[in-house]
């Protein structure tokens, strides 16, 4: 048990300038990877909700009414933004097709293939946001609060060489108070890493599944299908075969 005089509250009053700026350092460190912690993790719940979403994009009469469901159940998703980005440049290829301008001798291949892939570049680095500070974090926190631990360990020495008494009840009293750095620093560190491998993992679940999406959608916006169901345990997840949907919005001549 902490007595008065060792302890949290003891190390701060008899800490000098520098273990003050390493411990409210390693604070806003802490307060920083919680924050992103908690932003991130309410979007992965939300994120559950977007395999439905496709497939109800999927299911949808045209090509309107599939964008109007994803809007409504996957709003603002990478799956949204995708299959909007697609449709624009399907448009587009619709308008300039016979226009003897250079935008109307685009390959329709290579200009979706393009559209597609611009839309999963800033999906990516939007899934990717946050997790350098917690990399960093993780990664720098034991560091900083080993840091912390010398110099408390070196000016704790400096104090009893003054003194002059050097028994062990002397000793023990100041340099464990300034190994509560080290700890300090492992646990604003592992919550970060643990996170950090999480939303990794989340991520590169998700883009594979965003990649599986842009294919159908290439395929569709190209041919007017989807791509056709693959032998049982060959199909990567929602490539089964569908019927051909009008590749016009609704009510587009």
Known sequence: MLTDNF?????????????KLVALLLVTMSVASWYLIAIRAARQLRARRFDNAVEGFW???????????LSRTAAGSPF???????????????????????????DADEFVTRALRKSIALSTA???SG??????????????????TVWGIYHALIGISTSGAATLDKVAGPVGEALIMTAFGLFVAIP?????????????????????????????????T????????????????????????????
């Open 7 to 19: 302890g949290l509250s003891h190390l701060w009053g008899q800490s000098d300038l520098v273990i």
């Open 59 to 69: 299911n949808a009469a045209n090509l309107d009414d599939g964008l109007s469901q």
């Open 80 to 106: 949204e933004a995708l299959a909007r980005q697609g449709a624009a440049a399907a448009e587009h290829l619709r308008r300039h097709t016979h226009v003897e301008t250079l935008g109307g001798k685009l």
């Open 126 to 128: 939007q899934l990717e």
């Open 131 to 148: 997790l350098t500070v917690l990399a960093s974090i993780g990664s720098t926190a034991p560091f900083v609060g080993l840091f912390g």
């Open 192 to 224: 970060a890493v643990l996170a950090y491998n999480a939303f990794t993992r989340a991520n590169r679940l998700e883009l594979s599944e965003l990649d599986a999406f842009a294919h159908d959608l290439h395929a569709w916006f190209t041919t007017g």
């Open 226 to 253: 989807r791509l056709a169901s693959a032998p049982a345990g060959d199909a990567p997840r929602g490539t089964t075969a569908s019927a051909p949907l009008n590749l016009r919005s609704a009510g587009a001549a």
